[in-house]
């Protein structure tokens, strides 16, 4: 599938910024760059202001069902220009869940071919009944306005890759790490469990080229739609 195939639930703008004048250009640039860090601020504080409750219903009922591994799944991704950090999630798998993957796709065939098109599972057998529930809801995610408020992540922006992908996404890989990764994105609004790993690269590319303002405020917008439907995890 590529850029042409994927059906996007709005039109991206792209601003011409070759027809100005070079000063008028980066005066745009900082502009816009401080507009989208005070967006991020106030959404990732606020976003907190639900993170911290929501941890208390999240460690309750783990320990309730007695698991009690950690509150947090903490794993490294790649962040703008390269630089690795640690991202935060609310831990929806089984304890180890990392070493258990090698596990499970030594033993099964067609979870390994499944794993090799979309880096993920569909119905990853790791994933905890109550895990079940936070990724569908995407209240999994809310950890993440912590990277947010500290700057390693934007509200919007492309996926998180992992280290391990570098190879996987070849002469995307440049461009991509030109923007901080972000909570939501055009790959989470499109259709994200039916996408493979290319149609993601071919979404993160789309959104490069055509990164404003306005088209991050329409993301987030979408976004909030999906979540309150509650059409799959965002």
């Given at each position: 599938?590529?850029?042409?195939?994927?059906?996007?639930?709005?039109?991206?703008?792209?601003?011409?910024?070759?027809?100005?004048p070079e000063l008028l250009r980066e005066l745009k640039t900082i502009v816009k760059n401080i507009v989208l860090r005070g967006i991020d601020i106030v959404g990732s504080l606020l976003g907190m202001m639900i993170t911290l409750p929501l941890s208390m219903v999240v460690l309750i009922n783990n320990l309730k069902t007695k698991d009690y591994?950690?509150?947090?799944?903490?794993?490294?991704?790649?962040?703008?220009?390269?630089?690795?950090f640690k991202m935060y999630k609310f831990r929806t798998m089984v304890v180890n869940a990392d070493e258990k993957l090698n596990e499970i796709l030594e033993q099964d065939?067609?979870?390994?071919?499944?794993?090799?098109?979309y880096k993920k599972l569909k119905n990853d057998p790791r994933v905890t009944k109550f895990g079940e529930f936070?990724?569908?809801?995407?209240?999994d995610e809310f950890p993440q306005f912590?990277?947010?408020?500290?700057?390693?992540?934007s509200l919007v922006g492309p996926r998180p890759y992992m280290p391990k992908e570098i190879e996987d996404m070849g002469t995307y890989y440049k461009y991509i790490i030109k923007h901080k990764p972000g909570i939501t994105g055009l790959w989470q609004i499109s259709g994200r469990s039916e996408l493979s790993f290319t149609d993601r690269l071919d979404l993160d590319m789309k959104y490069h080229y055509r990164k404003t303002v306005k088209n991050d405020i329409k993301i987030l917008l979408?976004?909030?739609?999906?979540t309150l439907k509650r059409k799959g995890a965002v």
């Open positions: 599938m590529n850029n042409q195939d994927l059906s996007i639930p709005f039109n991206l703008e792209v601003l011409k910024d070759e027809e100005l591994g950690p509150l947090f799944y903490v794993h490294e991704r790649i962040g703008k220009n390269g630089k690795t065939k067609a979870l390994k071919e499944e794993y090799k098109k936070l990724r569908k809801t995407s209240l912590i990277n947010v408020l500290k700057g390693e992540m979408i976004t909030a739609l999906i």
